[in-house]
């Protein structure tokens, strides 16, 4: 059976390398040879070596090196000259794309996980077209263009990407932001009259913070309301204007049990952000979701605008005004005094997010080459 070579730029000790890439592979192992290629700014140590090895998986730690642009093209050579283009090349994310591209593999998948370009535009303060915009779009123009097929996390940015890289959606396949259910369990809700709101994640300026605080103040006016920030590695200080009561830090694993003692979470992205909210789906939502947690999003985020209102699982932001904020949280107080909500957050997450479904997605792509 032909192997696979997984490509990572992020750390499979915290983040999304924790809580995607090594839930990934630890299930696509059992199916086919698989080796892990991720950067790690602290080298794992020998317990977490064998660990990883136990489950079948090789696993090949680099060095992050230096920060900033130098390090980035450093880091692209160290991966290009680690591949083995004979393997199904599985590149997460532009960086780890642009190793694969020049490594000519028989089959490669672009693993597209953002409209990269658009959003370092959106989050910049003049939005203007800058040299690094233009280098980032023709990037992804040669992505979309020579891979052999492209994941996208969202059914949103289907028609986005067709239009603007002129490619056949029919090379595009969408596994969205998938979560362990065995994992994060779902618990029934909490019988309390304090309403515990969790923030977790990287809290970059994406996020709609002002938005999130009203809705706080709000809440807070009718019941206890106690807020935790679980900031991860790599956060901003953003999450430090939030009206927050206690800030944890904790281990991926630890992430089900925290969630569970919770009553709701919140991914609010600011809805001015443009296109490039078309191709977000934030992990954390599907965590909550699959915990039986509801979760407030903004409206424009990928697709969870629909898949949290079809399910009655959450609430959904469009905007800021009183009436807004009020009709919002009368919302969420219904979710959480109904005693099915946090069923419904499971079929939502075991439907649209499981892991399990997004493995065999992929299993799928990775047939599709005749010569493989």
């Given at each position: 059976?032909?192997?696979?070579?997984?490509?990572?730029?992020?750390?499979?000790?915290?983040?999304?390398?924790?809580?995607?890439?090594?839930?990934?592979?630890?299930?696509?192992?059992?199916?086919?040879?698989?080796?892990?290629?991720?950067?790690?700014?602290?080298?794992?140590?020998?317990?977490?070596?064998?660990?990883?090895?136990?489950?079948?998986?090789?696993?090949?730690?680099?060095?992050?090196?230096?920060?900033?642009?130098?390090?980035?093209?450093?880091?692209?050579?160290?991966?290009?000259?680690?591949?083995?283009?004979?393997?199904?090349?599985?590149?997460?994310?532009?960086?780890?794309?642009?190793?694969?591209?020049?490594?000519?593999?028989?089959?490669?998948v672009w693993d597209c996980r953002s409209l990269q370009a658009d959003q370092r535009r959106a989050l910049s303060a003049k939005k203007n077209i800058t040299p690094s915009f233009l280098v980032l779009r023709v990037i992804e123009y040669f992505l979309a263009k020579q891979s052999s097929y492209i994941i996208v996390i969202t059914h949103a940015v289907i028609p986005v990407m067709v239009k603007r890289y002129k490619i056949d959606a029919e090379k595009m396949y969408v596994i969205s932001t998938c979560v362990d259910v065995e994992k994060f369990e779902e618990k029934p809700a909490r019988n309390s009259s304090e309403v515990k709101v969790l923030l977790a994640g990287t809290f970059s300026p994406a996020y709609d913070v002002k938005l999130m605080n009203l809705l706080i103040a709000e809440m807070k006016r009718y019941r206890n309301v106690r807020v935790t920030v679980a900031a991860s590695s790599g956060a901003t200080v953003a999450w430090q204007d939030l009206d927050y009561d206690e800030v944890v830090s904790v281990r991926h694993a630890d992430m089900p049990r925290l969630i569970q003692e919770h009553d709701v979470g919140m991914s609010i992205w600011k809805n001015d952000l443009g296109i490039c909210l078309t191709s977000v789906a934030s992990t954390k939502t599907a965590e909550f979701l699959a915990c039986g947690r509801p979760v407030f999003v903004n409206s424009r985020q990928g697709d969870f605008g629909p898949l949290l209102t079809s399910g009655n699982a959450g609430v959904v932001t469009e905007s800021s005004t009183e009436e807004a904020i009020r009709d919002y949280v009368a919302k969420l107080f219904n979710l959480l005094d109904d005693g099915g909500a946090a069923h419904r957050c499971r079929l939502v997450a075991e439907k649209y997010f499981n892991l399990d479904v997004g493995i065999s997605r992929l299993l799928e792509i990775y047939s599709l080459h005749p010569s493989i």
């Open positions: 059976m032909q192997g696979v070579l997984y490509l990572s730029f992020d750390s499979l000790q915290e983040g999304v390398g924790a809580s995607q890439v090594l839930a990934y592979v630890r299930k696509i192992v059992t199916v086919r040879p698989v080796t892990v290629i991720s950067f790690e700014k602290i080298m794992p140590e020998e317990s977490l070596l064998s660990e990883v090895q136990g489950y079948g998986v090789e696993w090949i730690p680099l060095p992050f090196g230096r920060f900033g642009p130098i390090g980035g093209v450093f880091r692209v050579m160290r991966m290009w000259s680690r591949i083995d283009r004979n393997k199904i090349i599985h590149a997460r994310s532009n960086l780890s794309g642009i190793a694969a591209l020049m490594r000519f593999p028989r089959m490669w």
